[in-house]
């Protein structure tokens, strides 16, 4: 089946303005979930979404970051006022939900590398 | 709070030879998972191995390996006879069972010389 994709997979855009990055899941994945890289870097965490649960927003650096998850499948993150800081490569990972013993990875999409000029 | 350590930003290794990626981990709940990704230069990330917490056997995924000392808290993974191909960004990750979030570690680069 089709994995885990996001669009777009680059993005440059001027400082103060807004972009979306958007993450679609894969196909019953109850877990979503957004990274930032910057370059050289490891993941940070950004926002995790668990079904119909209020998100885990810890990760998010400021009140300029925010995401939605629409009928439990795709999720937009919305950058306002950009600044070049947030230049990094935003990357969305699924799971199913835990549980029976089971393990359930994060199945990575390709990444949106944000470029803020 | 829980956290990933991995102290070796960077580490080589001769092509064949074995090579041990250390990482350590922190938290006070019992039931937990350990996972390593690869993620080379073209960015995707890769799973390669997991290792729940109540496991008694260290897991084993083909030339992977994972060296499970739940006492040291810690999870190092063993590549053995390196390739080329291994050559990537390696990341130790922790997910508490009863939360399903992930904690990454900063990751080590490897580099297998040939």
């Known amino acids: 089946g089709a994995g885990v994709s996001q669009s777009p997979s680059n993005k440059v855009t001027e400082k103060g303005k807004d972009v979306e990055l958007r993450c679609d899941p894969i196909s019953g994945h109850t877990a979503l979930y957004w990274y930032r890289q910057s370059l050289g870097q490891g993941l940070e965490f950004l926002i995790y979404f668990q079904g119909n649960s209020a998100p885990d927003k810890s990760g998010l650096p400021s009140d300029r970051f925010s995401a939605e998850r629409t009928g439990g499948s795709v999720s937009t993150l919305t950058i306002q006022r950009t600044q070049q800081e947030d230049s990094a490569v935003y990357l969305c990972a699924s799971s199913l939900a835990h549980g029976g013993g089971v393990y359930n990875e994060q199945f990575f999409g390709p990444g949106t590398r944000l470029t803020v000029l | ?114």
């Open chain 2, 1 to 114: 709070a829980q956290k990933i350590t991995q102290t070796q930003p960077g580490m080589f290794v001769q092509e064949k030879e074995a090579v041990t990626l250390d990482c350590t981990y922190d938290t006070s709940d019992p039931s937990y998972g350990l996972f390593w990704y690869k993620q080379p230069s073209s960015g995707e990330m890769i799973f390669l191995i997991y290792q729940g917490s109540y496991d008694q056997q260290n897991a084993t995924e083909g030339r992977y390996s994972l060296n499970f000392q739940k006492a040291r808290k810690s999870a190092n993974l063993v590549i053995s006879a390196s390739q080329l191909g291994d050559s990537a960004m390696y990341f130790c990750a922790m997910r508490l069972n009863n939360f399903n979030k992930f904690y990454f570690g900063s990751g080590t680069k490897l580099n297998v010389k040939p």
